[in-house]
Each structure stands twice: as structure tokens, then as C-alpha cells.
């Protein structure tokens, strides 16, 4: 059973950005303006999703999970019954690899602004619901849309931003931050190279703002096998707001990162967050997400089993 | 220098400086994407392309041409589909492209044990002006492709899945990669040779891993190491009459096992001489931490301890001067 909770609302904290990490490390707020976070700008209220079918029905609560499609389309108490564009929504979605289904018939709706934890045990397939929203794992049955496009038919990669685990460290060749950071970026050009020095310029910029916003400005041309642990994460994070998304979607951010470096990192996300930007993260370690009151999503045996929002 | 008077030297060159700055081209991507053999392999294909040239007359440069990229694409087929087996693939394909390869030039009429070996460890002679223009126009294509779609390349190598979460067409640039090794291979058939062009791939980016901080770094060193002992082994494989591919790689490797001793000596007298001489080396019998009684000033994402005059930094069991 679901249990319902008002959680702050995400859009009161924009314009009051919290520190990042110090003097000498930018706030993820300040460095990326809500406008520039939420490019292109979204409509505060949308028209009922024409593939909703049953939107702007006013019977549920928003993000609810095991509830049927036409359960989770409106908010009670808003008189015009409508809802935001929902960053991601799931009716019905079965994920897994060749035609074995590892996650079955999730129905999940995550709005603007919010942070969603996925949590549950080893094996429950977390990470598998993770990867098929980003196209990782087939989408065997059901209907998946982002920002209220069909996942088959959006084309604006650029929007999601995606957090894997851990760093894949390839071959050995040595690879800055600034390098890895800027292949983040890939997504927003529309030629190989940026051809005008303005689109030079930007890029710079948008891969500098990338950097700070995680705290990693003095290690950009460090070569990332030489990072620890948590700095790698961070230059990951960095690469995944290099591009300008809407939302970015977290595999264990904070597994195996000591403590330290866990706070920077909760901070950093928490100025994102501020700023407006969309978290869907999968987690064990759910205390450490504690300062981004984030809506708790449980999976067990492939199944959402519940959730509770705003800890 | 007399050994430009000869054609068939001028040519050599000319085709050792095309694989000297093609192979570490595609090289680095191969290494970045742990798949250094795959150039080995096409190496093993070309060669019942090349057999397939001399037993039908056609020029052995198009036939290899066609086999390799065509096997190229293959395998990145094998690989897309991700079974179980796809390396077990691979090796019967590999192995059958030079097993194909030597029954078919055994029984072709030019078919000798000479000629064979021309094209699997490389020869200085066997280079036409023909086979020259084909293998800078390959070269061409080879360098024009990774330049225009460096940054893809770079992330589809570095971090497939997350190029894949990213939209990018990873299955289409990881075959344009193959097909352009592919190309490179049949560049080096005629001074490298097929059995040793994955070398001139990997090792000048291996002496590069040694000592560059970047991957842009990596990759023209790497380029300025494959064109030096390439050329280099041509002039000596010319003087010492030696099989060319052979040289080059020997000497290749050579730069390598000295730049590695090099690194390693100079990272020993650096190691040495941060953890300082024996009173410096007690001093750091001390363990930092809050409360040790060193001011402590933050630095970044940690925190520097000031210790007889130094900013000591905790990194990996030991203290750096910050």
C-alpha cells in the first residue's frame, strides 16, 4: 500500500541556493541559473498528455506508484486538476534483457523538480529500471514517456542526464576531467565540432560551469584514474550536467564514497536540485540523501511494493 | 641520403609515414576500448583477402581491402549482439582468415613461402607507386573521419553505455572504427605486414600511456612515435637488410622499454625525495588528523595539515607536499 505524505514542494527552494562546498567552489545554483537548467523553459501546467489518454483526472496523488494509469494523472485539491508535464512517466512498463523481465508493470510518475529514491533489496531491479528508462534495457510491455513524449520518439537527449555507478576507466589511456566532462556535452552539438567561435565559447563555458558546479575546478586537468573514489563520481556527475539536462538519473552516487566526499557530493546535488533540476536516483544508502527530502520508491522482486514521500 | 635514389625506397617511406600516422590513430580508440587484439585479427583476415588477390590476378591491395572491412563489420555485429560466445567467434574467424589465407596462396602459381612472408612481416620492395596512391587515399579517409568525429569516438570508446544513454549511434561508430582499422591494416600490408601492424597500433600509444596527461596529448605523441620508428625502421631495415615490419616493431618497442625504464626510475628519485631524507621520514610517523595539533587549511575537497613548514595532504597511505 502507498503511503501519501506532502513532501516541500522543490520549486520553493529555487532562487535560495545553498552553498556548495566553500568560497573557492561555486554553487551549482549559481553557476547554473534555473533558466539555463530548465532550457528549454517548462510550461508550468500542460494540457492533459493526449497519450495519457486518461490525464487530468483528479483522483490521486502525483508519483503515486501501484496505481493504475488513470489513478495517477491529477493532483486532489488543484482546481484545474491539471499537473505538470511529468519529467518521466511509466504506464504499465516492463524492463529487462533479451524477453527475461526483470522489472514488471511499473506504473511511476516523477514531476518536475522532485527527487525520487529508488530503493529495495539487492536483485530487486533497481538498476535495471534505471537503465531501461535510458534505453539500457528493452522496454518489453507497457508505455514510457519523457516530458510527454513517447521514449521511442524523443529525440532531446540532452534532457536526461544519466549518473552511471562507477567510472569506467577503459584502456588506461590518460583522460582529464575537463575530457571526460566535455564528452557530456556531445548531445547538444548539432555539428562534429563547434563551428563558430561563439559555439566554441559556449562550450567552454557550459564544460567550465559543468565543472565547478560539482567543485572540481582545481582537478579539471587532472587524468581521472588519479581521482579518488568520490572525486570520480563527482567528475561523472559533471559530465552528466555538461549538456544542460532537466534531469539526472543517479545509479549509487554515493556507494563507496567516504564521507567526506559523500557531503560534497550531497551538496552539490542539493544546489542542482535548488536550481531545479530533476533527481531520480537509485540508492542503498538512503540516510545519506537525507538533506534532499527526497519521494522514496520502493522495488521488491521487480515489483513496486510502495513509497513515501518527502523523508 | 643514397637511399632516396631508389623508387621502391621513396615509395617505402612514403608508406611507412602513412602507417606511422594512421596506426596510432586508430590504435588509441582500440586500446581505450580494450579490444588491442582486434587489429591483430583483421591482420589475420587481410591475408585470405591478399590470397584471394594473387590467385584470381586481382591486385591483392583491393581484395584485402574488401575481406578486412567486410570482416570488420562482422565483428562488430558478433559484439552488438552481445552472446556469450562472441570472442569464441572472433578467434574462428580470425584463425580461418590466415589458415584461408595460406592454402589459398599455396596454390596460386606465385605462391611462395618468399611471398608469403613479404606480406606477413613486411617488405621494403613490394611497395608500387599503385599501392601508394590507394594507401594515402585510405590514409586520407582514415584521418579526415577520426578528426571530424574525434569527440564521438572518444566517448563511444571511453564510455559506451553512457554514450549509448546519451543518444549517440554507438553500433554505427563503433563499425565506422572497425571498418577504419580495417583500413589502416591494409595500409601497413606492404611495410609492416599483416602479422605486425597491430603492434604499430599499440605500442606507440603504450610508450604514450607512459607519460601523457591527456588523451589529445596521448594521441600526438603517439602519432609523433609511429611516424619516427616507422620511418626509422624502414632506413634500417634498408641498411641492415632486414625484413621492414620486423625493425620497425623491434625498434618500436625498444622506445618503449626505455621511456618505461625511464618513468620508472624517475617516479622511484620523486618518490624519493617527497618522503625526504630520515628526520623527514620520522616526522611522518605522525599520523594527521583533527585534533593532531597541526593548523590545518582547507585545499580543495580535503583538508592540507602545515607541517615544518610543508602542506602535508593524506593520499594514499602517504603525505604529499601540497
Redesign the interface.
Known amino acids: 500500500m502507498s503511503v501519501s505524505h506532502t513532501r516541500p514542494a522543490r520549486s520553493d527552494r529555487r532562487g535560495q541556493p545553498t552553498p556548495v ?2 568560497p ?1 567552489e561555486p554553487t551549482a545554483a549559481a553557476v547554473f541559473p534555473p533558466g539555463e537548467l530548465a532550457d528549454p523553459p517548462r510550461e508550468e501546467a500542460d494540457p492533459p498528455d493526449e497519450e495519457d489518454g486518461a490525464a487530468g483526472r483528479a483522483d490521486s496523488l502525483p508519483g503515486r506508484v501501484n496505481s493504475t494509469p488513470e489513478q495517477l494523472d491529477s493532483v486532489p485539491g488543484r482546481p484545474d486538476g491539471a499537473l505538470p508535464t511529468p519529467v518521466l512517466r511509466l504506464a504499465g512498463a516492463s524492463f529487462g534483457y533479451g524477453d527475461r523481465r526483470i522489472v514488471q508493470r511499473i506504473s511511476l510518475r516523477v514531476l518536475p523538480g522532485e527527487v525520487v529514491a529508488l530503493v529495495g533489496p539487492n536483485g530487486a531491479g533497481k538498476s535495471t529500471l534505471l537503465r531501461g528508462v ?3 534495457a528493452r522496454l518489453l510491455e507497457g508505455e514510457q514517456f519523457w516530458f510527454g513524449t513517447p521514449a521511442r520518439a524523443f ?1 532531446d ?2 534532457r ?1 542526464g ?1 549518473v ?1 555507478q562507477r ?2 576507466l ?7 576531467v575537463r ?2 566532462v ?3 556535452r ?2 547538444r ?1 548539432r555539428t ?2 563547434p563551428l563558430s567561435p561563439s559555439a566554441r565559447r559556449a562550450e567552454r563555458l557550459a564544460v567550465d560551469e559543468a565543472i565547478a558546479a560539482t ?1 572540481l575546478t ?2 579539471a ?1 587532472t ?1 581521472a584514474h588519479l581521482l579518488s573514489g ?2 570520480q563520481r563527482r567528475m561523472l556527475v559533471s ?1 552528466a550536467l555538461a ?1 544542460g539536462p532537466e534531469v539526472l538519473l543517479m545509479d549509487e552516487p554515493t556507494a563507496g564514497v567516504d564521507p ?2 559523500r557531503h ?1 557530493l550531497v551538496e552539490s546535488l542539493d544546489a542542482l536540485v535548488s536550481a531545479g533540476l530533476t533527481l531520480v536516483v537509485v540508492t542503498h544508502e538512503l540516510e545519506a540523501l537525507d538533506r534532499l527530502h527526497p519521494r522514496v520508491v520502493r522495488l521488491e522482486a521487480g515489483h513496486l511494493r510502495g513509497e513515501e514521500a518527502g523523508r | 641520403m643514397t637511399l632516396l635514389h631508389y623508387d621502391f625506397m621513396r615509395n617505402a617511406l612514403l608508406a611507412a609515414l602513412l602507417v606511422g600516422v594512421t596506426a596510432p590513430v586508430m590504435g588509441i580508440y582500440l586500446v581505450q576500448r580494450r579490444l588491442s587484439l582486434i587489429g591483430d585479427g583483421l591482420g589475420h583476415v587481410a591475408l585470405t583477402g591478399v590470397a584471394v588477390g594473387v590467385l584470381t590476378g586481382t591486385a591483392p591491395v583491393s581484395t584485402a581491402l574488401v575481406c578486412t572491412v567486410l570482416a570488420a563489420l562482422a565483428i562488430e555485429l558478433i559484439r552488438d549482439r552481445g552472446r556469450a560466445n562472441a570472442d569464441v567467434a572472433l578467434a574462428i574467424m580470425f584463425y580461418g582468415g590466415i589458415a584461408g589465407g595460406v592454402v589459398l596462396i599455396s596454390r596460386s602459381s606465385q605462391g611462395t613461402s618468399g611471398n608469403l612472408s613479404s606480406y606477413l612481416f613486411g617488405s621494403l620492395i613490394t611497395t608500387t607507386t599503385t599501392d601508394l596512391v590507394t594507401f594515402a587515399a585510405l590514409a586520407a579517409v582514415v584521418l579526415v573521419a577520426t578528426t571530424a568525429l574525434a569527440p564521438r569516438l572518444f566517448a563511444v570508446s571511453s564510455d559506451e553505455e553512457f554514450a549509448r544513454a546519451a543518444g549517440l549511434p554507438v553500433l554505427g561508430l563503433n563499425m565506422l572504427l572497425s571498418a577504419l582499422t580495417a583500413a589502416t591494416v591494409v595500409i601497413s600490408m606492404r611495410v609492416v605486414g599483416l602479422l605486425l601492424i597491430s603492434a604499430l597500433m599499440i605500442v606507440p600509444n603504450a610508450v604514450a600511456q607512459l607519460v601523457a596527461p591527456s588523451f589529445r596529448i596521448a594521441m600526438l605523441l603517439a602519432i609523433g612515435i609511429g611516424v619516427t620508428t616507422s620511418t626509422g625502421g624502414t632506413v634500417v631495415s634498408f641498411y641492415a637488410d632486414t625484413p621492414s615490419g620486423a625493425t620497425i616493431v623491434l625498434l618500436t618497442i625498444s622506445l618503449f622499454a626505455t621511456v618505461a625504464l625511464g618513468v620508472g626510475l624517475r617516479d622511484t628519485v620523486h618518490t624519493r625525495r617527497r618522503h625526504g631524507d630520515d628526520r623527514r621520514g620520522r616526522d611522518h610517523l605522525h599520523e594527521h588528523g583533527p585534533g593532531c595539533g597541526h593548523e590545518t587549511i582547507p585545499h580543495g575537497d580535503h583538508l592540507d595539515y602545515v607541517h615544518d613548514g610543508h602542506r602535508h595532504a593524506v593520499h594514499r597511505g602517504h603525505y604529499d607536499d601540497h
Open positions: 562546498a566553500g573557492d535510458l534505453g539500457l529525440t537527449r540532452y536526461v544519466y552511471p567510472y569506467n577503459a584502456g588506461g589511456v590518460p583522460v582529464t575530457e571526460v566535455a564528452s557530456g556531445l548531445n552539438r562534429p565540432w567543485g582545481d582537478q586537468r587524468p568520490g572525486q559530465r549538456g567526506a566526499h560534497l
